[in-house]
């Protein structure tokens, strides 16, 4: 009886463990494949697409946003537009999709809306138009990294 009991526990052991560690392979290479482009395909359903591009929309958006208020010298208008995508917008995708992302799109994704916080607080509190611009710059090389190296295609 003891053996059985030892040999559940091995089976039991060594199930968990090999799912632990075939998720873990999932989640950091993400659903991915060679793109004739030369890029990262992330292979997503046509619904995980339209969710990916329309957060991406709403970041020019704000990048938009960001840019005409400093234009206008509006630091509280520069802020609010940084905060509406930093990281309080972000969480909201649906952990089938988040699974799909590579590791290194996930960490670029987080570091941008970071970035976009950092830029809120520097326009909060210093106020300084050219240091802010500096950033939503670092922003962008994000951006363009991002579209460079990863493009979304429907899975079949």
Known sequence: MKNI???????????????LAVGSWFFVRGTVT?????RTSILLT????????SEMRGLLEAVEAITFELSEANMEGVAAA???VGMG???????????KLPLEFKKLGMETHNAFDAL?????DMG???VVLGRLSGILTNCTSCHTGYRFDIAE
């Open 128 to 130: 300084d138009g050219s």
């Open 82 to 84: 940084a905060r509406s």
């Open 89 to 99: 917008s972000a969480g909201g995708e649906p952990m089938t999709l988040i699974a």
């Open 46 to 53: 046509a619904g995980e697409r339209d969710f990916v591009l």
């Open 34 to 38: 060679e793109g004739d482009d030369g």
């Open 5 to 19: 009991c030892k040999l559940c526990w091995a089976i039991t052991t060594a199930l968990v463990v090999g799912t």
């Open 120 to 124: 809120a607080t520097e326009a909060e």
